[in-house]
């Protein structure tokens, strides 16, 4: 076998030789073997064919790069002259229902049925219309609260729409003192309620400030609705009970929003027994005023009431400006900050109870009622006022920029107002 000789030199494989080609040559290489295949290809197959059958002509064959598939223009046939071809209809994809544009459109409804319930109750209390109209505005507003309430809780709206409904038919068609009055006290619990359930965090105080305006309106529709089923009212056996059905429902539903009462952590825990020791006092200063009204010290501060009340119109409700207004706001305050807010508003339902009660008093008129509300509220944000200024004076940065980074930061998420919590 010969060898090449130690002076010429060793030619390289073909591998080392094509890679030592600069790029432009390698491309130009790589294009003729790729326009070479099919002529190559195109060969071999003539062959094969003459191999196999000697004396018959070789088939014509036709490059790859100019064969047209078949199936495509099977599936293209060309239009018939004279007409002109349809287009093809584009696939559309199967429509799914909006929840967004559901929810408002109940939303929209409901307010349509407080607004028709609103303007049979103002018809009745102008003396216009039949007999009933004042029932049938009172049955439309404590049917959509009821229903609101339970959606906002995550309950069964259409269930307790229909509870309520069937309540309040019963209050109306059949009557009865025992029929009115429970359908009275069921429409404040509700409304009371869910003042408080549809509220939202609020980072300010003019923010939570709107919360409780919000709240008192809601207080003010539920009043309304109470006076329209014409209740036998007995104070304070009827106020009594209305706060203790209330705090005993919004409790349970706090309960479950604010994760239990391992929850609570320390603030949660002293704002709770804080908010229960002045309902506790606050209620034991009005039964003594109710049974010991012959007293001294009881007697003074009763005439210190009727004088404010013939000076100014009203007295503010106590227990409104002392607890249920304050945990409100400052509930409302804390809850963009931490979970634990949502235990102090639950004893806003001590002031939007209240406020619902206000027009069943038998003894006062609506314009008493209007101006003890308006001066429990007032009095009510200054109070809660100076207690979100202390509770920022204790937690917050200080400085103007520290509480403006404060805010900043205080964005805890919760759902809409008209949403599921």
């Not at 390289?12 to 099919?38: N, S, V």
């Not at 929840?99 to 609103?118: D, E, H, S, T």
């Not at 004893?347 to 003894?363: E, H, M, S, W, Y």
Request: charged share 20%.
């Amino acid at each position: 076998m010969s060898t090449p000789s130690e002076g010429s030199p060793k030619s390289p494989p073909k591998g080392r030789r094509i890679a030592e080609k600069p790029a432009k040559e390698r491309r130009r290489f790589r294009g003729r073997q790729a326009a070479r295949q099919p002529n190559e290809i195109a060969a071999r197959l003539a062959a094969e064919w003459s191999a196999r059958h000697p004396g018959e002509p070789t088939p014509a064959t036709e490059p790859a790069s100019e064969r047209v598939p078949e199936r495509a223009t099977e599936l293209t046939p060309a239009p018939a002259a004279g007409s002109t071809a349809e287009p093809v209809p584009e696939p559309t994809a199967e429509r799914t229902p909006d929840p967004g544009r559901r929810r408002r459109a109940i939303v929209a409804g409901a307010l349509l049925l407080l607004v028709a319930g609103l303007a049979a109750l103002g018809s009745a209390i102008a003396g216009l219309g039949p007999s009933w109209i004042d029932g049938a505005g009172a049955i439309a507003i404590v049917t959509v609260l009821s229903g609101a309430l339970a959606h906002r809780t995550g309950g069964r709206p259409l269930i307790a729409t229909c509870l309520a409904l069937a309540i309040g038919l019963a209050a109306v068609v059949i009557g009865g003192a025992i029929l009115q009055t429970g359908a009275a006290v069921l429409t404040v619990v509700v409304g009371g309620v869910y003042a408080v359930m549809a509220t939202v965090p609020a980072i300010s105080f003019l923010r939570a400030a709107r919360e409780v305006l919000f709240s008192t309106l809601i207080a003010v529709l539920a009043a309304l609705a109470a006076v329209g089923f014409e209740p036998s009212v007995t104070q304070p056996h009827f106020d009594y009970t209305s706060i203790l059905l209330s705090l005993a429902l919004v409790f349970g539903i706090v309960y479950r929003l604010g994760a239990g009462i391992h929850g609570l952590g320390r603030r949660g825990l002293i704002a709770v027994l804080v908010g229960v020791v002045v309902l506790v006092l606050t209620l034991v200063y009005a039964e003594l005023l109710r049974l010991y009204g012959a007293s001294s010290v009881v007697g003074s501060v009763l005439d210190f009431t009727r004088w404010t009340t013939e000076l100014i119109g009203a007295f503010p409700r106590p227990l409104v400006v002392l607890l249920g207004i304050p945990a409100l706001l400052w509930g409302c305050f804390q809850r963009a900050r931490r979970r634990q807010g949502w235990w102090v508003c639950a004893f806003g339902v001590t002031a939007t109870v209240p406020l619902a009660q206000g027009l069943l008093d038998p003894d006062g008129s609506f314009l008493e009622a209007g101006l003890r509300a308006a001066y429990s509220l007032l009095l009510g944000l200054l109070l809660g006022y100076l207690l979100v200024r202390l509770d920022l004076a204790l937690t917050a940065p200080r400085g103007r920029r520290g509480r403006r980074a404060e805010e900043a930061e205080a964005h805890r998420p919760e759902p809409s107002r008209f949403a599921e919590l």
